[in-house]
């Protein structure tokens, strides 16, 4: 029976956001613990009646602290840039490349003398923590690419699927055809496209090729991604033994519905999480 579009489309989901998407604590401690120790050393400043003096002696003895500054910044580099009237400077913090005057200046201008002496802050370790979190918040992007995958990962193995025997993760047109002698050259436009699909599941009767995503929001590039499976789509229904298979989700669709809508009508195998959490992959 054809399901109907609407009733489908009206079952998507807000968010798969799971427990660990917030934030990576694991990923923060290691960040701060390779430089906690030049940490406790610049704490040393905390509070300091002469900071410019007792930081000029501190990275004289101590010019490995040099390389805590920039997360102290929120910044991911060894370098940074900086300019106004008194000239321009791209500060090294692995290795000195101006005297200790300049970074003196460096630490002047960019307000951490005035917050590490004015008791803005009382230790430097827990302040870097505090950025790394904030830090790692920007990493939600990356870590919600995985989450759908994640998710029909475990799917597949609670249909009994087992991973490199008769379930494969991110899989070549190529290497789909090595292992089962199957002929994809109508969808790799005869060998000049190396598609790769997140997974692969062996059946008895079929190959089937899978793509995954979730989209919490709109944008040109639902637009695209409905398009491109819509013909991929149709290529696959040209090659025996072998089928497309999409799982998607996401309100971000209600913004492209009408591409989706055409891929839908002539997709079989396009499910959302609904359709994964009523058993459908058991049934491939």
Known sequence: ???????????????????????????????????????????????????????????????ETLKCIPILLAVRSNEIYAIDEDGEYNYNFSKMNYSAEQYKVFMRKTGLFDLIANHIISNLVDYATGVETGLDSNGRKNRGGHL???????????????????????????????????????????????????????????????????????????????RSYKTLALEAKTIDGFKFAWFTDGKGWNSARNNLEETFDVLDDVYNINDLESGVIGRF
């Open 148 to 226: 759908m995958e994640n998710l029909v990962e475990g799917y597949i193995q609670k249909a009994g699927y087992v991973k490199g025997e008769n379930y494969f993760k991110e899989m070549n047109l190529s290497e789909i055809e090595n292992k089962w002698n199957i002929d994809l050259s109508a969808i790799s436009n005869q060998g000049k496209a190396e598609k790769r699909f997140d997974f692969v599941i062996k059946t008895n009767d079929n190959i089937y090729g899978i793509e995954t995503n979730f989209y919490g929001s709109g944008g040109s590039k639902l637009n695209e991604t409905a």
């Open 1 to 63: 029976m054809k399901r109907n579009f609407n009733e489908w489309l009206g079952e998507f989901r807000e968010s798969i956001a799971d427990y660990g998407y917030y934030i990576d604590f694991p990923k923060i401690h290691k960040n701060v613990d390779a430089i906690k120790v030049e940490l406790n050393i610049l704490n040393a400043l905390v509070g300091s009646q002469n900071i410019e003096q007792e930081f000029d002696d501190l990275i004289a003895k101590y010019p």
